[in-house]
């Protein structure tokens, strides 16, 4: 399973309900208008005046135009939104802006170089693994993270590390082949 | 439904499924692309995040739209009050949709919508809309809408009469019945989870609307945007360029599309509005369930002698939910009378092969009961009664080779004697497909430079419609792929029909084909006096243009269009018959296992034996077929619309509790597509998906010796059914 930021949204949604920021313990009340939130992503820093719970993956999508990763269910389940922080797969969804602060944050846009694909992007061409597409920048991302964890991964722990995102046109058979495919060009 | 029976009838009247002769258009009987493994041509777009969905459009100053929706299955709106909505922080316009008076009829119906400058406040600002809801009685499902004492909820009646059929003479066919089996067989109502929810963003110039659309249908999406709002269809422009799915179930704007729109005029902004999750599964179409008490029954030699069938289904408040019944075989003598059930849910829509999954299990899952009262094998069985072989109908072919692919020979009778908790079995099913053509234009410029474009107001769902586009263009004009531009998912391009029925391969690549062959003899006949050759002498392959006879006189493609000057090869084509064919048929074997103690159910393997007429893309047309397999696994396991039975709500609107695969739920897939040049094009994107669910059902029968007559086969169903039997019922 991916870090889902559950922690975040709690302490979140504690602090907007506290009256009196100034007798608070803890951390500073942000909020509930909106703060300067300055993310770090694909190595360039992004800033932005969000309201604190905008997710990371809105945040991205609809006030930075990095549409790539998309939003599917919402809700941590599917994996389309899955981005990797400090090394860690996320779902993007489910993980505020302002928790990702300070955090090196890497989405789909920022595997590529110009016209070169990434070779996990590359064997997905490959060998089709994909169909309508709106999965794919989610798998390619966990794809990218499960080899970079292991680099002689066996199809079990492809599958582990797959398993929390979801594909409605069914190209998962595809999806295994351009993973094992992917990680041949990294072990040549 | 309409679309399909259309396909149908024309299935029928090709029932020799040779097309009609193309002439000049033929498709080539040597091909350097059709029929290859060619690379999608938007995967790079697609893996990089470059590819813009309607869900990633922004524009200057785009707001975003949020609905509205009922939380009760049936009431009426006593009041709609937008005061509050509209003073929250953001708000730039505020609709009722349903006026005061009106009912809804199902959870999720609209009833009002908002817009605001983020998402967050539109969420917050629709919140604030106030509705006065008079709860009236409703119907969560079926048994509920059957009851005798049942509240009249819908107008004309909960029951509609549906389909009646009636061929042969029952009582004759029950007279020669051995034996006869007599239960009750159903399917459940599963919805379509699009991964990229259904909408648009509706931007206005005047009174010119532009709806970036995320839909299977992009020229009757303009067309629907006309009508509902009184404006010309020459003011509507939709665009859809990539799409996250349909599946059946994106035809058109709906109503969020006609509410995104309105609100945008009224905000004078441009204004964005998918759905989200819930409101995905409640309010954009779902596979109607399927229930059927059957009674049918076999001589001892193991020929099908009678069927007689009392079917129903709900398709919710107010849709259809007819499905083929019996499937396939071969039963001389039968009956069957359906009735639609409504229900205060969400309406049904097309859904991947509609009604064909349904009638496919209620049939398949009988005939391994009659095969075992006769005790013949399953494959055996179902080739005595199958219809007369046809190039449609290849059923004996796939039942016979695919037997010898899978092993079916290792297949134990009904019920695994292998010691321990965990049984396997091997279960078989077939179906079949309409899949034929219809008009379609397409529109071909060759320039001066070259450049060959091929336009076609087609889109790809998801198939990969672009790509065998360009496969076609490229394939005429003897270039490579990457010779061809194709613009598709455009409503200003040449008109074509909706990705829907598995039409459009069957559609699209005719009217390519006309209109490239007719554009590169218009080249021809600039080319030929300058070799001082006729026209009808010359051929495109390798990027050149040359003479028949003599591969070395010619000139290069580039130097060939250099002869236009200033006045390009403009053609125009349309479909037409001979170059597509119609129906399509396959089977299906499902190994699985089955642990006995948890009812959990694992699919190991699975074969697909399929044909296509002539594949296009053999890389794409396999991962169709991959693909069908793998949503058939989803409807026989995993997904399940479940609605409570008092409050009439979805309890698993989302992603958490509505199960589909992952990765790790994946069997083995083995797929063998029998490429048929000689019929031409023919769909493949519903076929696969159709009978993959009665395998596995069969296959768990043949595992544990319970049968299982209703899906999906969740754990408590299975371990029911196993203990059923080991208490000595009559399972």
């Known amino acids: ?188 | 439904m309409a679309d399909e029976q259309v396909v149908r009838d024309r299935d029928v009247l090709q029932r020799s499924g040779a097309p009609a002769p193309a002439g000049k258009y033929a498709w080539p009987e040597k091909p350097a692309l059709l029929s290859t493994p060619i690379k999608r041509l938007d995967g790079p777009d697609k893996v990089t995040g470059r590819a813009r969905y309607t869900y990633d459009i922004n524009r200057p100053g785009m707001i975003y739209g949020k609905v509205v929706r009922s939380p009760y299955p049936h009431a009426r709106v006593v009041s709609v009050d937008l005061a509050a909505a509209q003073r929250a922080p953001g708000v730039k316009a505020a609709l009722v949709y349903r006026e005061p008076g009106t009912q809804v009829m199902y959870q999720g119906d609209p009833v009002a919508a908002v817009a605001a400058d983020t998402e967050e406040r539109a969420r917050d600002a629709a919140r604030l809309v106030r509705v006065r809801y008079e709860p009236l009685p409703h119907l969560a499902n079926v048994e509920q809408a059957m009851a005798a004492d049942a509240p009249q909820v819908f107008p004309n009646g909960n029951v509609r009469a549906g389909a009646r059929d009636e061929t042969g003479d029952l009582a004759a066919g029950f007279a020669n019945a051995a034996h006869t089996v007599d239960q009750t067989y159903s399917t459940h109502v599963i919805t379509h989870v699009c991964l990229e929810t259904h909408g648009c963003v509706c931007e206005w110039d005047g009174e010119k609307l532009t709806a970036w659309i995320s839909t299977q249908a992009v020229i009757q999406s303009a067309q629907q945007f006309a009508q509902a709002l009184g404006i010309p269809q020459s003011n509507v422009h939709c665009i859809t360029q990539y799409m996250g799915g349909g599946f059946g179930s994106k035809f058109g704007p709906d109503a969020q599309g006609i509410i995104c729109a309105k609100l945008a005029k009224q905000a004078n902004a441009p204004v964005k509005l998918m759905l989200d999750r819930k409101e995905e599964h409640l309010d954009t179409g779902n596979r109607p369930s399927a229930t059927a008490h059957i009674r049918a029954g076999v001589s001892s030699d193991g020929t099908l002698t009678a069927f007689e069938a009392d079917s129903w289904g709900t398709g919710g408040a107010g849709a259809a939910s007819g499905f083929p019944l019996p499937y396939i075989y071969n039963f001389p003598n039968r009956k069957r009378i359906h009735k639609d059930v409504y229900i205060n849910a969400g309406l049904q829509r097309a859904m991947r092969a509609p009604g064909h999954p349904q009638g496919c299990f209620l049939t398949e899952i009988l005939m391994d009961e009659l095969a075992d009262h006769v005790q013949m094998d399953p494959v055996a069985f179902r080739l005595r009664n199958l219809p007369p072989a046809g190039p449609n109908a290849m059923w004996a072919q796939y039942f016979r080779d695919g037997a010898t692919r899978f092993g079916w020979d290792k297949r134990h009778a009904t019920g695994d004697p292998a010691p321990g908790p965990i049984k396997t079995g091997m279960g078989v099913s077939a179906h079949r497909w309409g899949g034929a053509g219809r008009g379609s234009h397409a529109h071909v410029d060759i320039l001066s430079d070259g450049s060959a474009v091929v336009k076609c107001g087609t889109q790809d769902i998801g198939t990969g419609t672009r790509t065998i586009v360009a496969i076609v263009a490229a394939e005429t004009f003897g270039l490579p792929i990457s010779g061809v531009k194709v613009e598709i998912g455009d409503s200003t391009l040449p008109f074509s029909g909706g990705s829907g029925g598995s039409t459009t391969a069957a559609s699209v690549t005719p009217a390519i084909r006309v209109a490239c062959t007719d554009a590169l003899d218009a080249l021809f006949a600039k080319v030929a006096p300058t070799l001082g050759v006729q026209p009808a002498d010359l051929v495109a392959d390798g990027g050149r243009i040359h003479v028949k006879s003599n591969a070395s006189k010619g000139v290069s493609w580039k130097d060939a269009c250099k002869l236009l000057g200033t006045e390009p090869i403009e053609v125009d084509g349309q479909w037409q018959d001979g170059l597509s064919g119609a129906g399509t048929s396959g089977v299906q074997f499902a190994e699985a296992s089955v642990d006995i103690e948890t009812g959990i159910v694992r699919v190991t393997r699975i074969l697909a034996m399929q044909d296509c007429g002539l594949i296009v893309d053999k890389l794409t047309a396999e991962s169709q077929a991959y693909g069908g397999v793998i949503a058939a696994i989803n409807f026989a396991l995993f997904e399940d619309r479940i609605l409570d039975r008092v409050t009439g709500q979805m309890v698993n609107p989302n992603m958490e509790w509505y199960l589909l695969a992952g990765m790790s739920d994946v069997p083995t897939i083995d797929i063998v597509l029998n490429n048929m040049p000689e019929r031409g094009v023919i769909g493949i994107g519903e076929p696969p998906t159709v009978s993959t669910a009665s395998a596995i059902a069969n296959a768990v029968r043949n595992a544990t010796g319970a049968t299982i007559r209703s899906l999906p086969l969740h754990p408590h169903k299975v371990l029911a059914a196993i203990e059923q039997v080991r208490a000595g019922g009559t399972n």
Not at chain 1, 37 to 66: C, H, S, W, Y
Not at chain 1, 88 to 108: D, F, H
Not at chain 1, 149 to 173: M, W, Y
């Open chain 1, 1 to 188: 399973m991916k870090s889902a930021g559950v922690t975040s949204i709690a302490t979140a949604v504690t602090s907007v309900a506290v009256p009196d920021a100034g007798a608070q313990i803890g951390p500073a009340v942000l909020g509930p208008g909106d703060v300067p939130v300055a993310l770090t992503v694909n190595g360039k820093r992004v800033d932005l005046k969000i309201e604190p719970r905008v997710t990371l993956l809105d945040a991205l999508r609809t006030r930075a135009d990095l549409t790539g990763n998309k939003r599917v269910c919402d809700r941590g389940t599917c994996g389309a939104c899955t981005m990797i922080v400090d090394g860690r797969t996320v779902y993007a969804c489910s993980t505020l802006a302002i928790e990702a602060q300070g955090k090196e944050i890497r989405t789909v846009e920022g595997l590529s170089s110009g016209n070169a694909l990434h070779r996990v992007q590359q064997a997905f061409c490959d060998v089709d693994a994909l169909m309508c597409g709106f999965c794919t920048p989610g798998f390619v991302v966990a794809t990218v993270a499960v080899l970079e964890k292991h680099p002689n991964a066996t199809r079990e722990q492809i599958s582990k590390g797959l398993d929390g995102n979801i594909c409605r046109c069914g190209t998962f058979v595809r999806i295994m082949e351009a993973a094992l495919k992917a990680q041949g060009v990294a072990r040549g």
